[in-house]
């Protein structure tokens, strides 16, 4: 007898078989409900500072528009060494924990802090006269786009890590942090995952003389 034969003739309805299990769905623009890749834009809904996945067409709408209900996120990661040095970095910026992304609020006028946590995103104000102090050492952070871009910290251990980058990057580390994050102390899990984000932030930051416009992956 003949062994093979059994599976080749199986093969036909393997093969059915396989085309009839749903797939899983496609990503889809939230505006328009066209099909979107894993690598597309973001618009950020600066009232409820809500993310929105948006095909090219949509995200082109809203580009350079600061008085609309969307806006834009751009993709950017820009390393920020001239802060990194700076001593008591986190004292001066009232950091509690050594982790933080900061952000201009066009919606509430002002300059927010947040802390991601287990339980999300603590929002603390940061007097001015603090930032001033730091923006004046960094002609990029002073360029830094209202709601969109931040500026994120990590001073945790020995780690000195100051980015400017698209806000929906401060939204992944959030989620990263509430998604991985066990018991009291959070976990190894969680600082191995905390500490590969900052690594995948220098792999694809800017440097001096590169574009400030990096990092195509972003995707919620």
Not at 165 to 177: A, F
Request: hydrophobic letters at 35%; one cysteine or more.
């Amino acid at each position: 007898m003949d062994l093979a034969q059994p599976a080749q003739s199986a093969s036909p309805l393997l093969r059915l078989r396989r085309l009839t299990q749903p797939r899983p769905p496609r990503e889809r623009c939230e505006l328009c409900g066209a099909a979107i890749s894993a690598e597309h834009s973001h618009l950020l809904e600066p009232s409820n500072r809500q993310l929105h996945c948006a095909c090219d067409a949509c995200a082109i709408l809203f580009s350079g528009q600061q008085d609309q209900r969307y806006r834009r996120v751009p993709r950017r990661v820009e390393h920020l060494p001239e802060l990194e040095s700076i001593e008591g970095l986190c004292e001066s910026l009232h950091i509690p924990i050594n982790l933080a992304f900061f952000y201009h609020s066009s919606d509430a006028g002002k300059l927010v802090a947040m802390y991601p946590s287990p339980a999300g995103a603590t929002e603390s104000l940061l007097p001015m006269d603090a930032w001033e102090a730091l923006a004046s050492k960094s002609d990029k952070l002073r360029q830094m786009q209202s709601d969109v871009e931040a500026l994120i910290v990590n001073h945790i251990g020995k780690r000195r890590d100051c980015y400017l980058v698209s806000i929906d990057e401060c939204y992944k580390l959030v989620g990263l942090i509430r998604s991985q994050w066990r018991g009291l102390s959070g976990g190894q899990e969680v600082w191995k995952a905390i500490a590969e984000f900052f690594d995948n932030l220098d792999a694809r930051a800017s440097r001096a003389g590169n574009s400030n416009h990096v990092g195509e992956s972003a995707h919620a």
